[in-house]
């Protein structure tokens, strides 16, 4: 079980101890439910109200909300970003896999790094190169000539296909796949002639994709995922698509084709990206937007709306539904009062 003395806490942290240094913290819950031996932290406004009836044995905190708090307290600037220092001094977490299990199929064309851990039923096809202290979890594919940095760990079940490359200190959720077909598709006639995706997709350092996203190869250019991406749960990426360093996608996103996403943008859950555009740098899409035209400068953009009493969403619906009926009715208005407001002039 994991425990450290509140002092060293601060010591690792490099934050300001106020109050009992040789308490020993043995956990980390929410201010609402944490007891004595836990550490709790405030980061939001609306629960500075719970600060005076806080159980915890201490509590991280801005040097602002310092004076309502009566329990020891480690004071930082930012006290969310010092809560996720602190949840990975304390995962326990097991590894995806340990050593080498003797179930794994390995090709023998396969290079392996130094400390690779591979896990039941795992497939490593021909040609693949695994780096340094690569984890690959159980029933695992890695297709041919696959190329997966040191330090990259992919928990159960994940399928990497032929030729993707996927760089250092990645970390890859359960049941994703990266490398399949994208959408690609000629019509003769009304049949599909289906289009070979030659393309295959890179992926940068320290990029974090969760379970159950389908990141699709290239067609003629790579799908490229940049430095520092984290991409949520269920999320589909297109082939083609590029997504810029440090931006966060959250769950159930989906972008079409050939999109390309700048560097440090963020968005929401539940959005649809169309293909075949760009959107600048530092964009920031709330949840359920749809994106439909290129967004070329930076800035937060929303679409959609929100949910309604049923009745109340009728109404709306029939206003949309009529709105260019609306919009003739109002410019015959205008026109109409164009031509009178100069006629009173006259008189």
Known sequence: M???????????????LHGNGELIINGIASIHSAQAGQITFLSNNRYKEHLGSCKASAVVLTEADLPQCHISALVVKNPYLTYAYIAQLMDTTPLPANNIAPSAIIAPTATLGQGVAIGVNAVIEPGVVLGDQVIIGPGCVIGKCARIGAGTRLWANVTIYHDVE??????????????????????????????PQLGTVIIGDHVEIGACTTIDRGALDNTVIGNGVIIDNQCQIAHNVVIGDNTAVAGGVIMAGSLKIGRSCQIGGASVLNGHMAISDKVVITGMGMVMRPINKPGVYSSGIPVQPNEVWRKTATLVMNIDDISNRVKTIEQKLEKTIPDQHNK
């Open 2 to 16: 994991f425990s450290i003395r509140l002092a060293d806490l601060a010591k690792q942290l490099n934050a300001n």
């Open 166 to 195: 996927i760089g250092q200190h990645c970390l890859i959720q359960s049941c994703t796949v990266v490398g399949a077909d994208g959408f690609g598709y000629a019509n003769e006639q009304g049949n599909w002639i289906k289009i």
